[in-house]
């Protein structure tokens, strides 16, 4: 069977079936794929270290694996074909899109390949099962949405899935079929100030910088693959520089690279950040890169933890503990039942057209903070030292500072797409391009029924950024204006006739023709203007 990066769980798929001494596993780790789009170098540590310890641990076991590390997948299956012409590969259809279909195309070519070379046909297929690392099935997905909504199957919302993935799963919904708590959905409790009096534990240390794997991974991703490029002027000016990776850390490492680190992860979250899980989801610190966040998505998306086995976990807790409130385990339950399974659909039924949705015609490049960090903005400074330094923002940062600034600003979404797959540890297409065209940008409206977008109100409600900030949130314009305020209203006013005639943004709508009738509204574009050059020239 064939193991793919981003599917190295022993508990679903054709691993779980297979049989030491009998079954052959294959894993070819592709260095072409790293190498045609740059990645965040703890993301290539992460993924090739997670497969290199799958791989010995299952020889530990007794199977015959193969390490293919080879240029692209075709000379993979070449190298297969040619020592075992005849066993199948059967493997777990990838997340992304066409991936399937290209995986199949590359093992039609080596098998041709090694026909003409060796004058036999090989008669080994590639069997490309169902992925069963999601608790929603596509035909499950489909079901619903042309039972749920009839006339108009394109219009499912996440609220309605959520609910039905708690009552289809049992997941905190009493004997009688109500929800546990009394409500379905806690978001209301999950906006809590984190004063400054609040302490957010540190997460755990996980003692993966010792790992011998990935200190043999981490040496090549330094020397052979071309990572966070150093940028300045819009121009990539050096690869490499002081650290490996380029203007992104690789060190101090600390993701779970083993099932057991990934239990630990899960472990730590569950007995030290649950509790305080729902309060302050939506806030944002300076002295805490992790609030309570999980930090079990670079896990969960390279199958080291199962999403099933997280929910089952938290709610165990919360039933065992007087610790945990409804309102945290829920959050974190309808992150993980409700909103991830959600957007994998939405990309799977949106794809090819979602990636290069662009329906607010948004054409600027990135601002050169983006790349550098170096920004006089506290909340961006920190959202972009965190991608930095450890591949990761949480949710918050990722939408409400690093999409909303991009989006109001005009960043092209295919663009910003692009940066968030760069950046991030746990990027794959399937999970990013929803979050970033759909939720993150509005390029398209498959996800939300309007933009996450808003001017410095929201950061100075929800975080202490603006405190130490050197531009001022309660100003619009002006050179010490806080670049969101201008940005926002420019934003609302350049999409007024797409915008205003949706029934969410009225009142938003309000306050700019108060700012209109005031005559405000040129000198706020000719700020928002202002902003933009200085993105550009990265004096921002
Ligand atoms: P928590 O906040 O603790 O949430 C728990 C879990 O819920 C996460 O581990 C994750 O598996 C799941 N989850 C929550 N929200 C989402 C969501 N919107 N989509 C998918 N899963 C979700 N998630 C990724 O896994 N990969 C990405 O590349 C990614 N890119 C994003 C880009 C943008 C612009 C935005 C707004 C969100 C993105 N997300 C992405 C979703 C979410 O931000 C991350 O899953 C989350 O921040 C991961 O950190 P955590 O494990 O600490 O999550």
Redesign the pocket.
């Known amino acids: 069977m064939l193991v793919l990066g981003d599917q190295l769980s022993t508990r679903v798929g054709p691993l779980a079936d297979a049989t030491p001494g009998e079954d052959r596993v294959v894993f070819v780790e592709a260095a072409g794929f790293a190498r045609r789009k740059r990645y965040h170098p703890q993301k290539l540590v992460l993924v090739f270290a997670a497969m290199g310890h799958l791989r010995d641990r299952l020889r530990e076991r007794g199977f015959d694996v193969d390490y293919h590390r080879v240029p692209d997948f075709e000379a993979g299956f070449r190298a297969h074909l040619d020592a075992h012409p005849g066993e199948d590969l059967e493997t777990m259809r990838p997340a992304s899109h066409g991936a399937g279909e290209a995986l199949l195309d590359r093992f039609a070519s080596a098998r041709a390949t090694v026909a003409a070379d060796s004058a036999t046909d090989p008669d080994a297929r590639l069997l490309v099962a169902e992925n069963d690392r999601y608790l929603c099935s596509p035909a499950a997905f489909d079901d619903w949405a042309a039972e749920k909504y009839g006339d108009d199957p394109e219009s499912f919302r996440h609220e309605d899935f959520y609910r039905w993935m708690r009552e289809r799963t049992g997941h905190l919904v009493d004997d009688d079929g109500n929800p546990v708590g009394g409500e379905w959905n806690f978001d209301d409790e999950n906006r809590e100030f984190p004063r400054s009096e609040v302490a957010f534990p540190d997460p755990p240390d996980l003692d993966v910088g010792d790992d011998d794997v990935v200190r043999e991974v981490a040496e090549r991703v330094a020397n052979e693959f071309e990572t966070w490029p150093e940028v300045a002027n819009g121009a990539t000016i050096v690869d490499g520089g002081e650290t490996p990776g380029g203007g992104a850390d690789l060190a101090p490492f600390r993701w779970p690279v083993t099932r057991e680190g990934a239990l630990a992860e899960l472990d730590a979250f569950v007995a030290d950040r649950l509790p305080e899980?729902g309060p302050y989801?939506d806030a944002m610190v300076e002295r805490s890169w992790?609030l309570n966040?999980?930090?079990?998505?670079p896990a969960?998306?390279v199958g080291l933890l199962d999403?099933e086995e997280c929910i089952e976990t938290a709610i165990d807790a919360y039933e065992d503990r007087d610790d945990v409130e409804i309102a945290s385990v829920e959050g974190?339950v309808r992150?993980?039942l409700g909103?991830?399974e959600f957007?994998r659909h939405v990309y799977r039924r949106e794809m090819p057209g979602l990636a290069a949705a662009n329906q607010l015609d948004a054409t600027e490049a990135l601002p050169e903070a983006y790349w550098t960090g170096d920004t006089e903005m506290a909340c961006l400074e920190a959202a972009v030292g965190h991608v930095r330094e450890r591949g990761?923002a949480?949710?918050i940062e990722?939408?409400m500072v690093?999409?909303n600034f991009a989006t109001t600003y005009g960043v092209d979404p295919g663009d910003l797409n692009d940066w968030?797959?760069l950046g991030?540890v746990?990027?794959?297409h399937w999970?990013?391009t929803p979050?970033?065209v759909g939720?993150?940008t509005f390029g398209s409206d498959a996800l939300s029924t309007k933009p996450y977008v808003s001017s410095a109100n929201y950061v100075q409600r929800m975080s202490d950024h603006c405190a130490g900030c050197a531009y001022d949130p309660d100003e619009t314009t002006g050179e010490r204006a806080c670049p969101f305020n201008a940005l926002y209203w420019d934003f609302l006013a350049e999409h007024e006739d797409r915008l205003r005639s949706n029934h969410r943004m009225g009142l938003v709508y309000s306050h700019l023709d108060d700012k209109r009738d005031a005559g405000d509204l040129e000198r706020i574009r000719e700020r928002a203007d202002a902003v933009r050059e200085m993105g550009a020239d990265g004096s921002l």
């Open positions: 899980f989801q992790s966040h999980a930090l079990l998505s969960i998306n999403p974190f992150q993980l909103w991830r957007v990761y949480h949710h990722r939408l690093l999409s968030f797959h991030f746990d990027a794959y999970v990013t979050n970033v939720m993150g």
